[in-house]
């Protein structure tokens, strides 16, 4: 077999070898090729105030003026 024919088989057979693997890889990912996906990334939501009455230590701020009879009894 001449070299030139020998090329162009041993091209097309590598053709065909690499489309095999795309379509074998195709059908173990569900029939789509796509692309890598990012990683997942959990937004990051800020963080809400505290109302006073949640707050400990208001809460103990205000525990301790009653209990020294500071300010107005609520």
Do not use: Y
Not at 3 to 22: E, I, K, S, Y
Not at 50 to 73: Q, V
């Amino acid at each position: 077999m001449p070299v030139p024919v020998f090329l162009v088989v041993l091209l097309v057979a590598v053709g065909v070898v690499v489309l095999l693997m795309r379509a074998a890889n195709a059908a173990s990912n569900g029939g789509t090729v796509s692309a890598p996906r990012p990683p997942h990334v959990r937004p990051q939501h800020p963080r809400r105030p505290i109302a006073p009455d949640d707050d400990p230590d208001f809460l103990r701020e205000l525990d301790r003026r009653r209990s020294k009879g500071e300010g107005p009894a609520a």
